[in-house]
């Protein structure tokens, strides 16, 4: 199986996460919100899969390319 690895489109603020590590998603599933420049950007996932880990948390403060999650699919 491969793994797809879900990074950071900008930089900005984890507002919620909506997945925990093993459970499923699916393709256009919501991973998470960003806000940047106060606007609320849901972060989705592009494959089908599991979610083997989670590297974020609400109130956490990202930038471009920071690992979000790793999705086995």
Partial sequence: ???ERIEAPIP????SVAVTAGCSITEDGE????????MQNPILSPVEGTVVEVKVAPG???E??????LIEC
């Avoid at 900005?12 to 507002?15: A, R, S």
């Avoid at 991973?31 to 940047?36: D, E, F, N, P, T």
């Fill in 31 to 38: 991973i998470c919100v960003l806000q940047s420049m106060k």
């Fill in 12 to 15: 900005g603020k984890i507002v």
């Fill in 1 to 3: 199986m491969s793994q």
């Fill in 60 to 62: 956490q403060t990202v």
């Fill in 64 to 69: 471009t390319g920071d690992l979000i999650v």
